[in-house]
C-alpha cells in the first residue's frame, strides 16, 4: 500500500474558500507565490493547507481599508491607503474599470471612502513579493 500525502486538492480548496474550481485553478494557482504541489492523489495535486493558507493571506486576499464612507479621497490619498497607485486609477479610469470620480471641483479629482470601498471589491489582489 502506498502512503499518500495529506493535502487538498483544487476542488477542497475552491470549497473551503468559497471560489470556483475554475478560479482557484486558473488564477490563484498561477500566482507566481502558490506553493509547490506535495504529491498527488491519483490524477488531481495535493497542496499543503497551512502553505495555500498562507499564500492567499499573503499575496492574493486583499485586505479590508478602513475608509471614512463620506469623506473624499484623492488619488494619492487612495494609493497611500490601498496601495493601488494613482497611476493605475487614472488608468482604469480610462479604461472604464474605476468609478467616475465623485467631486470634480479643483484640480485633483476626489472620491467618496464608500465609492473606494465598492471600487476595491471587484478588484483582484496580487501583491508582488517584497524585494
Sequence with gaps: MVDTPTGETYEQIAARHGRSLAHVRNVWARHPAWPAAIGKDGKRLLFDPADVDRVIRERIERPPVALERT???????????????????????????????????GRAHRWTGATVTQALAGRRAYRRAAG
Design 71 to 105: 469623506r473624499l479621497y484623492t488619488a494619492t490619498e487612495i494609493e497611500a491607503l490601498t496601495g493601488i497607485t494613482a497611476a493605475t486609477i487614472r488608468a482604469d479610469r480610462n479604461k472604464g474599470r474605476w468609478p467616475a470620480p465623485d467631486d470634480t471641483h
